[in-house]
């Protein structure tokens, strides 16, 4: 007989994980329409102008980081929108009153987070391979890189959710701190081509270290040491979970 919490468990991962695949045309397909556009202008018009990049093609330089700036952004919408939901529709008092621990209730909102943001990240691959010759130079370095970030954005959404009072609330951090920090992460450019100054504050952009750890997984060419890359990403990883645990035990901004 299976455990009750793992039962809790499977239940609301595959309720998070059937949220998104039955909207697919809304959660899967627009982010391969503009990765594809990113390559065909980026990758294909303005790189062929650019050339080279730290030794590689500008399609393969940008490459992991488009993948990796799709699996943040799709693992973070998803909890964000699909927790703050359930607040809204109040179902969240019923999950909490359900003798379901805290932390089962956190990690199936964060594996609904994870299971979309891999999907997308799939899918973006699959894209990609019809530009560029994808190489990969270390699979477990790929692998934990792109789960981790996924598990650390599906955190920060499940904060945001938290705090957010109204939907409008759910829009505003990935506008103006989410979309700005990816974008400044290293994803079209290498931050060695910054001046001393300008390096240094771009390495308190934690989104920096993922797509150069991610970047070293399929090229082998990181400008960050990948023990650091890791130490923050673990970091975040282990505050946003204890935040995101400390409020659910308070019942902090669970009651709409």
């Not at 239940?11 to 059937?18: A, D, F, G, H």
């Not at 627009?30 to 990113?38: C, E, G, R, S, V």
């Not at 940008?62 to 529709?89: C, E, R």
């Not at 003798?99 to 299971?115: M, R």
Request: include cysteine; glycine fraction near 8%.
């Amino acid at each position: 007989m299976s455990h009750p919490h793992y039962i809790a468990f499977s239940s609301l991962l595959r309720k998070e994980i059937t949220r998104f695949s039955r909207i697919w045309v809304q959660t899967l397909v627009p982010p391969a329409i503009t990765m594809t556009l990113y390559f065909l202008i980026f990758g294909n018009l303005v790189g062929s102008r650019i050339g080279q990049m730290g030794g590689f093609s500008y399609m393969e330089f940008i490459m992991p980081g488009l993948i990796m700036m799709s699996v943040i952004t799709n693992s973070y919408s998803n909890v964000a929108s699909s927790f703050y939901s359930a607040k809204f529709q109040r179902n969240i008092e019923e999950l909490l009153v359900a003798p379901v621990p805290n932390v089962l209730i956190i990690l199936g909102y964060i594996g609904g987070g994870v299971a979309r943001g891999l999907c997308v990240g799939a899918i973006v691959t699959a894209v990609a391979l019809l530009f560029v010759d994808i190489q990969v130079h270390n699979p477990w370095v790929l692998v934990s890189v792109v789960v981790l970030s996924s598990v650390l954005f599906s955190l920060a959404g499940l904060l945001n959710a938290i705090f957010a009072n109204s939907f409008d609330d759910i829009s505003i951090i990935p506008t103006f701190v989410l979309t700005p920090l990816t974008y400044l992460g290293g994803v079209f450019y290498s931050i060695s081509m910054l001046p001393g100054f300008w390096q240094g504050v771009s390495k308190l952009n934690p989104i920096v270290y993922m797509i150069n750890a991610f970047r070293y997984g399929f090229l082998g060419s990181s400008d960050i040491g990948l023990g650091s890359a890791f130490a923050v990403i673990l970091t975040f990883v282990a505050l946003f979970f204890a935040i995101a645990y400390h409020l659910i035990n308070k019942g902090t901004g669970l009651r709409h």
